[in-house]
């Protein structure tokens, strides 16, 4: 694996959050509860093949940008879903 895919999955999954965290509360506002984390979803993955194309302007670029969305995606999800397991306790 090339190391320069591998920080341009790593640099778009710390942009995505910061940018998903931005607009987060437009997409939520004009959305209703199941359609907006769709959108939000789809919206991480699209800006994070944005950002992968813009390091790399080419498939593998867009590949590590949208790899780097998704695992971004995951990791705010694992994180969430700790914290509200331990409020319930």
Wanted: overall charge positive; aromatic content about 6%; proline content about 1%.
């Amino acid at each position: 694996m090339d190391d320069e895919l591998l920080r341009i999955g790593a640099l778009s999954a710390v942009a995505v959050w910061g940018v998903m965290q931005a607009i987060k509360p437009y997409i939520k506002r004009y959305a209703a509860d199941g359609i907006a984390r769709a959108a939000v979803r789809l919206a991480c993955l699209a800006v994070g093949c944005v950002w992968g194309y813009l390091l790399k302007s080419d498939g593998y670029g867009i590949a590590a940008g949208c790899a780097g969305a998704a695992l971004s995606a995951v990791i705010v999800a694992a994180i969430k879903s700790r914290i509200d397991a331990r409020r319930i306790d």
